[in-house]
């Protein structure tokens, strides 16, 4: 029996943003759910969709900070489909720092090209105060520590695993995505409802929506367990 768990948020009116961080209050839409036509009074039911590559749970590429790099629609769907293991640690407390020596302590085996899921429990707090701005963060040597797995995407229940864009270093912003990016490693995050998948280890799909020429967009993730 397979056993298939949505790991990927809801999109809603109220969602959390972006626009939390310092700088990006004026860049980052909110997301936007509007009713343009009723089966009332036009015989169809059609809604309006105001959002950006950002919104809510997403896959992102590395042409996110890294110029020339590839776009999200240049990859090929079996890159979105990838065997795929869980990373559980202890519950994080807020604004948490995650190092190396964490992860190596829980970390479970994990094969070059597989998916691999670090789950700090944070995805309880998908849309409460604070989900951005308090969310646990990496230090430089936990994302060294994830790359030498050689993973095919990393994905994270956490909206940002740089502190310094909550705090405004402006100097830092993108380091650690950019360790990702640059070795060709996909981003999903994100995520929720890692406590519920039982098993370590299974098939991850995060299939974004097919936009042409952008770093990311928004994705429903799935991870499959096999009994």
């Given at each position: 029996?397979?056993?298939?768990?949505?790991?990927?948020?809801?999109?809603?009116?109220?969602?959390?943003?972006?626009?939390?961080?310092?700088?990006l209050e004026k860049i980052i839409p909110e997301v936007r759910i509007e009713t343009i036509a009723t089966v009332r009074h036009n015989d169809f039911f059609a809604s309006r969709l105001?959002?950006?590559?950002?919104?809510?749970?997403?896959?992102?590429?590395?042409?996110?900070?890294i110029e020339g790099a590839k776009t999200l629609d240049q990859y090929r769907l079996t890159d979105f489909i990838k065997p795929a293991r869980v990373l559980r640690l202890p519950r994080q407390k807020a604004k948490?720092?995650?190092?190396e020596k964490l992860l190596a302590a829980h970390a479970p085996a994990i094969r070059p090209g597989e998916?691999?899921?670090?789950?700090?429990?944070?995805?309880?707090?998908?849309?409460?105060?604070?989900y951005v701005l308090?969310?646990?963060n990496f230090t430089k040597g936990a994302i060294a520590w994830l790359l030498k797995r050689k993973p095919a995407i990393c994905g994270f229940d956490v909206p940002c695993i740089e502190s310094s864009w909550s705090q405004d270093v402006v100097e830092e912003k993108g380091g650690?995505?950019?360790?990702?990016?640059?070795?060709n490693v996909l981003l999903v995050a994100p995520l929720v409802n890692l406590d519920k998948v039982r098993a370590d280890k299974g098939t991850l799909y995060c299939l974004p929506l097919p936009v042409v020429g952008t770093s990311g967009a928004p994705a429903r993730v799935v991870f499959e367990e096999k009994a």
């Amino acid at each position: 029996m397979k056993r298939y768990v949505e790991v990927s948020g809801r999109l809603e009116n109220g969602l959390w943003s972006y626009q939390a961080l310092p700088g990006l209050e004026k860049i980052i839409p909110e997301v936007r759910i509007e009713t343009i036509a009723t089966v009332r009074h036009n015989d169809f039911f059609a809604s309006r969709l105001t959002m950006c590559t950002i919104s809510g749970t997403y896959v992102e590429a590395g042409s996110h900070i890294i110029e020339g790099a590839k776009t999200l629609d240049q990859y090929r769907l079996t890159d979105f489909i990838k065997p795929a293991r869980v990373l559980r640690l202890p519950r994080q407390k807020a604004k948490a720092l995650i190092d190396e020596k964490l992860l190596a302590a829980h970390a479970p085996a994990i094969r070059p090209g597989e998916a691999i899921l670090v789950a700090t429990g944070w995805g309880r707090m998908w849309n409460k105060p604070g989900y951005v701005l308090d969310c646990p963060n990496f230090t430089k040597g936990a994302i060294a520590w994830l790359l030498k797995r050689k993973p095919a995407i990393c994905g994270f229940d956490v909206p940002c695993i740089e502190s310094s864009w909550s705090q405004d270093v402006v100097e830092e912003k993108g380091g650690l995505l950019g360790m990702l990016f640059k070795k060709n490693v996909l981003l999903v995050a994100p995520l929720v409802n890692l406590d519920k998948v039982r098993a370590d280890k299974g098939t991850l799909y995060c299939l974004p929506l097919p936009v042409v020429g952008t770093s990311g967009a928004p994705a429903r993730v799935v991870f499959e367990e096999k009994a």
